[in-house]
């Protein structure tokens, strides 16, 4: 039998050669994949704001300008904002204008979309990196200590919470904060934002509790999760029990083959979340007075800024996308059965 | 050899189940105790209000405002308009529990049908629905349902439509994989080999096989439905005062949140039940119908 | 080594515990190969019992098992899946989840110098794990952690044992890339396992078996997942180290015919329990349990009539949580009779074959082991075409 396997042609092993690797390596096709499919959702997400938007009943110039307001006036504005041109017509200018880097001008403050945008990315930006980090630095912990004896009191214990805590809104949760923190302890502020500007600790000192309030459910879906794939893989897979047979400790078997597994999954997951949570920010950044990109939506959504509500609807829409698009990238760096290729 | 191979490998099964050190009875109390607690939140919030003789939840008297918990005749007390807590509560989850279970029956039935559609038809028509579901799936469901929300002004039935059109996405996409792993079953193939008209294939033999797993996801679906429900009335642009919902609620408490935190507390421990109790039922009959 | 507590290891000729109350010796096949035959086993099992249980209900997987693996040989363990073959070995390894429970004895080690595997803390066992025993998995795509590089699991394996820096590590993986004959393995090294064909991977997996330099390997199925010419590769690599590592090898595997070519001796189980204990030679000249008869049946052979119906073992494997009184193969069983109802002793009625039956067949396996020289011969030739090269 051994005498066939010589005899046999051996298959020619494409992809692996050093030099060919960047050209046609899978990691470029894939990325280059990705950009092309998230054009036409961006698109699509564009396209969409445009027509739910369309569909308010009334007048938006005649609103803003109130019942006093001139025939003349209000077609005036209507004219300013392109209001009496046709849908795809103002589609098209909208987007001739974003992709040369002009959003438009809200129609209540009179101020560029860039450079309110300016003024508040950063709020946002801060508040949504730091749920994360703060989420997955203690999710990561705890679900180590708890999948490493499943069934134990710390697994109960943190399931518990978790459990509880998936549960729980996030607006009921920054209230519940507000009210013990600010309110019966008072030792940090209730609502507003210190920027930057003034400090690192009096910055970070307003966004402890805007940061819990969104932390806590992501920590507690996060611990779940990888609590779940790792006992899942500590159970079931058959590298843990290769890495088992071969004498290691328990604490690197699970860091080392079961931790590294779940970890593509998890960046997955946090892909994913992304999306949700910087659209989880119009209600915290309401809630605590944030002046970030969430806030504006909604002051738009009130003022019946279609302007502002339609760039920012897209805006938060294509965070998602691109994040998503991150991740996969992310993902396929990371991963070498993708980074060199795969059978 | 496949002779051996192919006989029932009961210790394996034996083993897989083991590795899960579970008792029956928690298994039992996982699945029965969420789900009647489920039957108990349906049946107080819909007949609680019928049955107990409770008082109306809006137009309440201004000078019955703020009374404290067991007062005559208002077993939780009253907020500052003077409606009954307790009332407020049974009818704002009446609303929440409509909305929820109609925007879930929607997802369900269209959700359901377009991705179980899609994946058995295949091709092109299957890339373009798909195509068109990530653009949905793109937005953030809160700033979708806000914009439509927004769009169609306040009311129950706007909330629902708006909601339904961040659930229809998810569910399609669970549809659409079930039924991609259904089609290369031999049943399938044998049914489609008899001839077997698609509609027939579809109802017969797809839906009652991917049905188990969309209802659990339904069920969890039903919490987060209930969740953001609340975040639009919270936010003023679900369902529109004075109908109390538990969104409007909590925001009406937390403006005197710290002189009467009770307003808040009552609205967000129904909500925390409600949505655990459907996570949980969930949870069980996923796990039961995955055959964990 | 220190770890090695030196136990009771004047014990060996206590009475057997099994219920059966067989004779006091335990199994031993007569070797056949003359020369090693006054060596001392290195592993003695005896009365080994492991069961599951799972909310009030208990399997019964294995059933007190004794057998005897001498150093630089290669005992087969066969049966169909949920004989207990692989959780009896698992059982040695401590590798089983929590609700098993295991008894009896199982000594690695000449007498007086043994370890006592069962009823060790799984802290002592991972001191052991990889060091005394290592292990060979079934499938080497699923086995070896598709994260890392193959270096960095060989050295994992390397270092859980010895403190080595990191340079030294690296050279002794290496070195056993080269010794289970991986090709190029100095490039090998840097690559993950998707990058490998399946029976390179497998062979890295017995590297890293090899890293601790195990007293006992045990394979299990290792070669089941692999094609038929990789199948053998892989054997004559497993033969070819014991004998040269002076090892010894447990193989599991539910084909006849794999054990026929390689193994020394051959132990089959049925329903957790050992039913027939030979050297290969004695079992092939003449199998007498019906169950071995029907394994051997199950495999297709080249006197088979084409289109003919392959004979299958009717019935069902016993359940194993309620196994019946008497011979578990009863009911499948063409000899079977009325004192089936009381079980057959595993008993060694002819010297150095034992076997578990009131009415044996006895047949003269078809496809007989080559002898002896013309296996040599063969795994001469397979030495030679050690390469890979041709799986994908």
Redesign the interface.
């Known amino acids: 039998m051994s005498v066939a396997s010589g005899l046999l042609p051996t298959r020619p092993r494409t992809g692996f050669g050093r030099l060919g690797r960047a050209a046609g390596s899978p990691l470029v096709r894939l990325i280059v994949k990705r950009v092309l499919l998230a054009i036409p959702i961006l698109l699509g997400v564009s396209v969409l704001t445009f027509w739910v938007l369309s569909l308010i009943p009334g007048d938006p110039a005649r609103a803003m300008l109130g019942m006093n307001a001139t025939d003349a006036q209000v077609e005036a504005l209507r004219h300013e904002y392109h209001l009496d041109e046709s849908g795809p017509q103002r589609y098209l200018d909208w987007l001739t204008g974003a992709l040369h880097g002009d959003l438009g001008t809200s129609m209540v403050s009179s101020q560029t979309m860039s450079s309110m945008l300016a003024d508040r990315w950063a709020v946002t930006f801060e508040l949504v990196a730091l749920a994360f980090i703060v989420s997955l630095a203690a999710a990561v912990p705890v679900a180590l200590l708890a999948a490493r004896w499943p069934g134990g009191v710390f697994d109960r214990i943190s399931m518990l919470c978790s459990v509880t805590g998936l549960a729980v809104a996030n607006y009921v949760l920054a209230l519940l904060l507000v009210l013990v923190f600010a309110v019966e302890v008072n030792v940090l502020p209730a609502i507003g934002y210190v920027g930057l500007g003034q400090g690192l600790g009096p910055n970070l000192k307003s966004m402890v509790l805007p940061t819990l309030a969104m932390a806590i459910p992501l920590f507690c879906f996060y611990t779940r999760f990888l609590r779940g794939d790792l006992v899942d893989q500590m159970q079931s897979e058959d590298y843990v029990d290769t890495a088992r047979a071969k004498g290691i400790g328990p604490w690197r078997v699970l860091w080392m083959h079961a931790f590294r597994n779940s970890s593509f999954g998890m960046i997955t997951i946090v892909g994913l979340n992304i999306g949700t949570l910087v659209g989880g920010t119009v209600i915290i950044e309401q809630i605590f007075a944030l002046p970030g990109l969430g806030q504006l939506l909604l002051q738009g959504i009130n003022t019946r800024d279609t302007v502002v509500v339609q760039d920012l609807v897209i805006i938060f829409a294509a965070i998602a996308v691109f994040a998503n698009l991150l991740v996969d990238v992310l993902y396929a760096v990371l991963d070498p059965r993708i980074r060199y290729g795969s059978h | 050899?496949a002779?051996?191979?192919a006989?029932?490998?009961?210790?394996?099964t034996?083993?897989?189940?083991?590795?899960?050190?579970?008792?029956?009875w928690r298994v039992w109390v996982r699945t029965w105790v969420p789900a009647g607690m489920v039957v108990f939140i349906l049946a107080i919030c819909f007949l609680g209000p019928v049955v107990l003789p409770i008082a109306k939840p809006t137009g309440g008297d201004v000078l019955e405002s703020g009374l404290s918990p067991f007062s005559s005749g208002h077993l939780l007390g009253t907020d500052s308009n003077g409606n009954d807590i307790l009332s407020r509560l049974l009818y704002g989850g009446r609303a929440s529990l409509e909305v929820g279970i109609t925007v879930n029956l929607i997802g369900l039935v269209i959700g359901g049908g377009i991705g179980a559609i899609s994946a058995y038809v295949g091709g092109i028509v299957d890339t373009l629905i798909m195509?068109?579901l990530?653009?949905?799936i793109?937005?953030?469901?809160?700033?979708?349902t806000?914009?439509?929300a927004?769009?169609?002004?306040p009311s129950k039935r706007n909330t629902i439509f708006a909601l339904a059109f961040f659930s229809i996405p998810a569910v399609a996409r669970i549809a659409r994989s079930s039924t991609l792993r259904l089609r290369e079953m031999p049943f399938m193939q044998a049914a489609q080999l008899c001839g077997s008209p698609w509609w027939r294939i579809l109802l017969r033999h797809i839906t009652p096989n991917i049905g188990p797993q969309l209802i659990s996801f339904a069920a969890l679906g039903m919490?987060i439905v209930i969740?953001t429900e609340?975040?639009l009335s919270?936010?003023?642009?679900g369902i529109p005062p004075p109908a109390p919902s538990w969104g409007n609620m909590?925001f009406d408490g937390?403006q005197s949140?710290?002189a009467t935190?009770m307003e808040?507390v009552w609205p967000?421990v129904a909500?925390?039940i409600t949505?655990?109790s459907f996570?949980?039922l969930g949870e069980s009959l996923r796990a039961r119908w995955s055959g964990r | 080594m220190n770890v090695h507590e030196t136990l009771d290891g004047a014990t060996l000729d206590r009475p057997d515990r099994s219920a059966v109350g067989m004779p006091g010796d335990r199994p031993r096949a007569r070797r056949t190969n003359g020369g090693s035959s006054a060596e001392e086993p290195i592993l003695t099992v005896s009365d080994l019992r492991v069961t599951f249980s799972r909310a009030g209900r208990t399997v019964y997987a294995v059933n007190g098992l004794s057998y005897e693996v001498r150093p630089g040989s290669m005992l087969a363990i066969i049966g169909e899946s949920g004989s207990g073959k692989s959780v009896s070995t698992r059982a040695l390894m401590g590798l089983l989840p929590p609700s098993a429970t295991v008894t009896g004895s199982a000594r690695l080690g000449r007498p007086g110098d043994d370890i006592e595997l069962v009823g060790r803390s799984e802290k002592e066992m991972r001191k052991l794990r990889g060091c005394d025993v290592a292990m060979v998995f079934q499938d080497p795509t699923r086995s070896l952690n598709p994260t890392m590089k193959i270096g960095a699991q060989i050295v994992e394996a390397i270092k859980a044992h010895r403190d080595l820096d990191k340079r030294a590590a690296r050279e002794r993986a290496v070195e056993l890339l080269k010794l289970v004959r991986l090709p190029a393995a100095e490039r090998r090294f840097h690559e993950y396992p998707h990058q490998l064909s399946g029976g390179m991977r497998q062979r890295v997996m017995i590297a890293i078996a090899l890293a601790g330099d195990p007293r006992l390997l045990i394979a299990d199925e290792a070669t089941t997942a692999l094609d038929v010419t990789t199948q053998a590769q892989i054997m004559e690599l497993l033969v070819d180290l014991q004998k040269r590592l002076g090892m010894a090898v447990i193989m599991i595997s539910h084909d006849l015919g794999l054990a026929a070519s390689y193994a020394e001796e051959v132990l089959v189980m049925y329903a957790g329990r050992a039913v027939e204990y030979a050297s290969t030679t004695d079992l092939f000249a003449h199998m007498r349990m019906p169950y071995t008869c029907a394994l051997l049946g199950a495999i297709p052979q080249l006197s088979t009539q084409a289109h003919s119906q392959l004979p299958v073992i009717g019935g069902q494997p016993p359940d194993l949580s309620a196994l019946p009184t008497g011979c578990a193969f009863r009911p499948r069983c063409a000899n079977a009779a009325d004192d089936c109802a009381e079980r057959p002793p595993l008993a060694e009625h002819e010297p150095g074959h034992w076997f578990a039956c009131w009415h044996p067949a006895d047949r003269r396996a078809a496809v007989a082991t080559p002898p002896a020289d013309q296996r040599a011969d063969q795994r001469a030739a397979a030495t030679d075409h050690r390469t890979d090269g041709g799986e994908a």
Not at chain 2, 138 to 144: G, I, R, T
Request: net charge positive.
């Open positions: 050899m002779v051996i191979d006989s029932s490998a009961q210790l394996e034996a083993l897989a189940a083991t590795t899960r050190p579970r008792g029956r195509r068109g990530d653009v949905l793109a937005f953030p469901s809160l700033v979708l806000l914009a439509v927004q769009s169609l002004g919490g969740v609340g975040a919270f936010l003023g642009l909590i937390q949140m710290s935190p808040v967000s909500l925390l949505v655990l996570n949980q």
